[in-house]
């Protein structure tokens, strides 16, 4: 029973360089989540999506993108990388209407040098 | 917007003891849930247990057992017989009760189980 996996565990970019973080779920969950964890605050969350085909911000979505590419997958972009987003990025599902108990991927440390 | 504070940064505990971990909340809704997880250093996040604001009941987990105070929008974490394996940041979240809502969460306490 895998859960949420992401790939990859780490990545050191460059400035400016692009990447793709990717987040697979096998719980057949609607919902799934992009967050980041820095030092002090905690998990914020970066964008969400309700189901298969929407998405949607969350608190911090500036310079991010992000596709559901199928019920299972949920991906994230930087599109230009910045020392700002050097982050722990988790992404999470959990299912709906109940909504509740999101299940957590193992995360991945993301540096921008 | 709902927000979730978490006033003890650090806390440490002796082995077998009991502690209890604080976080309140604030929000406007009457239906909602809330969550402590666990992060140990592998930095999995774990679900350890949720409440349902509807129930009065406090929800208990084995040695884990929540104080929810819904008057006082207080939510705290009470681990008992406190183990070296408890040793972790701890994240008090929140959601509403509408499906397909998203959690907020503290800014995590970290629990230190002294042998």
């Known amino acids: 029973n895998a859960g949420v996996t992401q790939t990859p565990k780490f990545q050191v970019l460059k400035t400016g360089q692009s990447m793709t973080l990717q987040c697979a779920q096998d719980?057949?969950?609607?919902?799934m989540y992009w967050y980041r964890q820095d030092p002090g605050m905690g998990l914020r969350l970066i964008y969400y999506s309700a189901s298969e085909g929407t998405t949607d911000k969350g608190e911090v979505p500036n310079g991010y993108n992000v596709s559901r590419l199928n019920k299972r997958e949920f991906s994230l972009r930087l599109e230009s990388a910045a020392p700002s987003q050097t982050s722990v990025y988790f992404c999470a599902s959990s299912e709906a209407p109940d909504g509740t108990s999101a299940y957590f991927g193992p995360g991945t440390r993301l540096t921008v040098t | 917007a709902q927000t979730v504070t978490q006033s003890q940064p650090e806390m440490s505990v002796q082995e077998a003891e009991t502690v209890t971990l604080s976080c309140t909340y604030d929000?406007?809704?009457?239906?909602?849930?809330l969550f402590w997880y666990k992060q140990p250093p592998s930095r999995q996040m774990i679900l350890v247990i949720r409440?349902?604001?509807?129930?009065?009941q406090n929800a208990t987990e084995n040695r884990f057992s929540v104080n929810f105070q819904k008057a006082a929008k207080s939510f705290s974490l009470k681990i008992s017989d406190s183990q070296l394996g408890d040793t972790a940041m701890y994240f008090c979240a929140f959601m509403r009760d509408f499906g397909n809502e998203k959690l907020t969460f503290g800014t995590g306490t970290r629990l230190t189980i002294i042998p």
């Open positions: 929000t406007s809704e009457n239906n909602y849930y």
């Open positions: 409440q349902e604001a509807y129930k009065q």
């Open positions: 719980m057949n969950h609607n919902s």
